[in-house]
């Protein structure tokens, strides 16, 4: 957080690419999807500012810079981690740098993890089969979860999870939203329909779906589960037992 404050190691344009990755889903990005953010033309000029920015959070702090296998500092591993993937790069803001920016700036990674963007209550919802309810990119609209919760109930779709079993009184009806096609995809209004759009999942399911840049289906995770249960059930013996 401290050195995210002070302006002579984050300088304006270092904090301007933070803050795109960390709004980023999954806070992801590569460094050529960074400079089409700010209208540059090849992603070299991104990979030196990054090396930048790293040396002076280095030169303040004195922490050994990663190194790669012939010793050389990898700056852009200071700020983020990464994984091939193809012959592209994907930077993923390490979770440090996102407890520091949110500390300084206030803001939630639940919120972006989640895509549970701010509620609001919307005047456009008609009466029938077919509800349709407009929502941006940065809203999420209270009548629409409340409609999916309705029609489908409020145990998670893909574990069966049901806060309400679970904890009594206090968790009915509580169930995260998922979207199926992530607002982050569709960057415009649009008008959802609560029904076909969305489904209720538990937040260890919704988080398992977010845990990559392209969300899993709802499919793919009911597959892993299936997948799981298979491989814990098969030569289990209970404790005691022979």
């Known amino acids: 957080m401290k050195l995210l404050l002070d302006r002579n190691i984050t300088l304006a344009n270092d904090l301007e690419v933070i803050k795109l ?18 209208s540059l033309t090849h992603h070299g000029p991104i990979n030196l500012q990054v090396s930048r920015f790293s040396k002076r959070v280095i030169q303040k702090t004195g922490v050994q810079p990663p190194l790669r296998k012939n010793g050389t500092p990898r700056w852009w591993h200071v700020p983020f981690l990464g994984y091939e993937e193809g012959n592209r790069f994907p930077w993923i803001m390490r979770p440090q740098l996102v407890i520091g920016y949110e500390k300084a700036f206030g803001e939630s990674d639940e919120a972006l993890l989640y895509q549970e963007e701010l509620e609001r209550e919307s005047a456009e919802l008609t009466e029938g089969a077919m509800v349709r309810i407009s929502v941006n990119r940065y809203e999420r609209n209270r009548k629409a979860k409340n409609k999916c919760i309705e029609h489908y109930g409020s145990s998670c779709c893909i574990c069966g999870f049901d806060f309400g079993k ?41 988080l398992i779906i977010h845990s990559k840049k392209e969300p899993f289906t709802i499919e793919e995770l009911k597959e892993m589960l299936r997948g799981s249960a298979t491989t814990h059930n098969n030569g289990f013996q209970p404790e005691g037992r022979g």
């Open 21 to 38: 990755v960390y709004g980023s889903e999954n806070h992801e990005l590569r460094a050529s999807e960074i400079a089409e953010y700010m």
């Open 166 to 206: 679970r904890y009594g009184p206090i968790g009915d009806g509580r169930i995260h939203v998922h979207h199926l096609v992530p607002l982050t995809n569709i960057q415009k209004e649009y008008v959802i329909d609560p029904i076909k759009d969305l489904r209720p999942v538990c937040p260890n399911c919704h």
